[in-house]
């Protein structure tokens, strides 16, 4: 069990806040779709912070412009690994940005155990820490 | 406006121009109303204030000379030389709104001033500002002088490095997009040891802030030496990452008194496996570029804390603006810098700030005088530096700051933290709320301006430390004039 104020992995622009509805996150694909950025949908069961490369739910949306077609995406996502992290992300193709401008949670696991901190003693006082996702001790598939 | 030109003064030609004497330095070509700038030529805009009976454009002609070749007297040895070419020119003055008679100002000027690229050595901020604020400043033709802008060539900023690692790799490494970041200062400044200090850098981590950061005099004093705190400082940045799951880091001073120390310093900070480092704008800025040159060798983010700043660009008619500043640090490599927050305890004008916001941030500054920005600026794909708002702000301000600030900037709540009633940890959980509550409300297309306070109220329902911090400090308000106001404004503006 995790121990931070939420008890949950806080990764995201909106994890501190109670789980978004489908009419919120609509209203947060229309913010992204307005400026012209492209969504896509990925989903993990190694929310490690360093794990950069969730894998995609298909590759970034940039023909459509249809936040319910966007939402229908999501949701299928949701239904097809209910037990795993998804995160919707934008995408901006602007000279100067060309890079993600968005990123947030969808869903969750139903038990989040977090990690360890693993310290390994060096030289004097030196410590070598290395974050341990409980989870991934059990193989891909596997771990919710 | 008036262009104060008198052409019968402008330069003499050949031997009478080199004949042994003293000359007025509009008649040694350092005036020249007809000078079309070029595109290489480095600009840069003055605030005059002459000595009583002084001719403006004398004075600018002046500064225009001891910046660039000119000595109090002809030399003949000019004349070895494409002096032409070298003496920066005077093109402009420009007499400064609501200054001189009938006002309650002295008059001032604003004189505009050519330089050719060739008088700066690349890459080198020490340099460049060797020559252009190197003597002028205490020439006694003028009673006061402010540098208030430049215009840097392209060809100019493509010789320096820029931000190390920039604001967008900042956000790829820290995985954190689509809202400022969240920073605190660890506070006491002062007398912490070591492990009592982590303490506090733990709790505001884990409880939801991004960033936690030493201030700009914690070096290594005899209450906490530096590897005291970079050991505990990193034991808690990790206990933190991993209670959360998130990227966080702990801006560690390698401010010191040589280059060696502080590069050892950074090699510690590495070797602990930091994702960010600080050091202080007094440590100059030869020293600033080797440190920026450092960090981007060693996938550093480098903080800059600008200490010292205000002894010379606060007051208004004498030293230089803080964009000055903006666009050599931006130069210089540094990732972050303090610019203001507009609603906190320290000095700032909306505008001015939007100024400095715009020019750290910017791929291209349009000309905008109501900001402070005197010339169009192409930065030439050079990295851009996250603003850091920080000083007397709380979460009760968040729809303030979030419209005045935008999303790139790091929001640094230190008291606002460390002094709720319920704790650090609940003091980063009702920033960290307020803050989310209130980018998901603006992208929702609420008019955050003015229904913040209620959507901050309808978060603090179900959020006891929101509540608690708005209970805690409701009222707190930091309303003073600014001192470093815009020239081109129909009102006085004043701080909120």
Request: glycine share 8%; charged share 20%.
């Amino acid at each position: 069990m995790m121990t931070n104020p939420n008890g949950i992995v806080t990764q995201g622009q909106f994890s501190f806040l109670p789980p978004l509805t489908d009419v919120q996150i609509t209203a947060q694909i229309k913010y992204a779709l307005d400026r012209g950025w492209a969504l896509s949908v990925e989903y993990t069961d190694d929310p490690h912070p360093r794990n950069t490369y969730w894998e995609m739910f298909g590759a970034p949306m940039f023909d459509l412009k249809d936040p319910a077609g966007i939402l229908m995406e999501i949701n299928n996502c949701r239904k097809t690994f209910p037990n795993h992290y998804i995160r919707v992300m934008a995408f901006s193709s602007v000279r100067g940005v060309e890079s993600p401008t968005m990123s947030y949670i969808v869903n969750r696991p139903k038990n989040e155990p977090g990690f360890g901190l693993v310290r390994q003693e060096t030289q004097g006082r030196n410590i070598r820490y290395t974050i341990h996702s409980y989870a991934t001790d059990k193989p891909e598939g596997e771990r919710y | 406006m008036s262009q104060l030109s008198n052409a019968n003064e402008t330069m003499k030609e050949g031997k009478e121009r080199y004949k042994a004497g003293v000359l007025p330095y509009k008649k040694m070509g350092y005036w020249q109303p007809d000078y079309q700038p070029k595109d290489t030529d480095l600009l840069a805009m003055f605030r005059i204030t002459p000595q009583p009976g002084s001719d403006p454009e004398e004075v600018a002609a002046a500064v225009a000379g001891e910046s660039s070749t000119a000595t109090w007297t002809v030399v003949w040895t000019d004349r070895l030389t494409a002096c032409e070419l070298y003496r920066a020119k005077a093109y402009r003055v420009d007499q400064v709104p609501n200054t001189g008679e009938g006002t309650k100002t002295e008059a001032q000027y604003f004189a505009y001033i050519a330089y050719e690229l060739d008088l700066f050595e690349g890459g080198s901020i020490a340099n460049l500002t060797a020559s252009i604020i190197g003597n002028v400043f205490g020439m006694k033709a003028v009673k006061a002088l402010r540098l208030e802008d430049m215009r840097i060539p392209v060809a100019y900023l493509k010789t320096f490095q820029g931000p190390a690692t920039g604001v967008i790799v900042e956000r790829e490494r820290l995985d954190k997009f689509g809202r400022p970041l969240l920073g605190a200062t660890t506070k006491p400044k002062l007398g912490l040891s070591g492990r009592n200090y982590g303490r506090v850098v733990y709790e505001g981590l884990k409880g939801g802030l991004d960033f936690m950061k030493d201030d700009e005099n914690i070096n290594s004093q005899a209450f906490m030496h530096w590897r005291d705190r970079f050991l505990y400082c990193m034991d808690a940045v990790n206990k933190a990452s991993a209670a959360t799951g998130e990227v966080k880091g702990h801006y560690l001073n390698v401010t010191a008194g040589t280059m060696e120390e502080m590069y050892r310093r950074a090699e510690f900070a590495k070797e602990l496996g930091s994702v960010i480092i600080m050091i202080d704008l007094v440590i100059g800025y030869t020293a600033i570029q080797s440190m920026a040159l450092w960090a981007r060798q060693n996938d550093m983010i480098l903080h800059l804390h600008r200490a010292g700043n205000s002894t010379y660009s606060r007051q208004k008619n004498h030293g230089m603006n803080f964009r000055v500043i903006c666009k050599w640090m931006r130069m210089a490599g540094v990732d972050h810098i303090h610019a203001g927050t507009v609603v906190g305890k320290l000095e700032g004008d909306p505008a001015m700030i939007r100024g400095f916001y715009d020019t750290l941030l910017d791929d291209h500054t349009p000309q905008n005088l109501e900001h402070g920005l005197f010339f169009e600026q192409d930065w030439a794909s050079l990295n851009k530096c996250m603003p850091v708002a920080s000083g007397g702000i709380h979460a009760g301000q968040m729809h303030q700051l979030l419209t005045y600030l935008g999303d790139d900037v790091i929001l640094q709540f230190g008291g606002g933290t460390i002094g709720h009633p319920q704790g650090i940890q609940a003091g980063a959980v009702a920033n960290r709320v307020a803050l989310e509550t209130m980018v998901m409300a603006r992208n929702e297309g609420r008019d955050i301006w003015n229904e913040g306070p209620q959507i901050l109220q309808d978060a603090a329902k179900w959020c006891g430390p929101l509540r608690a911090a708005i209970d805690t400090w409701k009222d707190i308000s930091f309303n003073y004039e600014s001192t470093d106001t815009a020239d081109f404004v129909p009102t006085a503006t004043t701080s909120f």
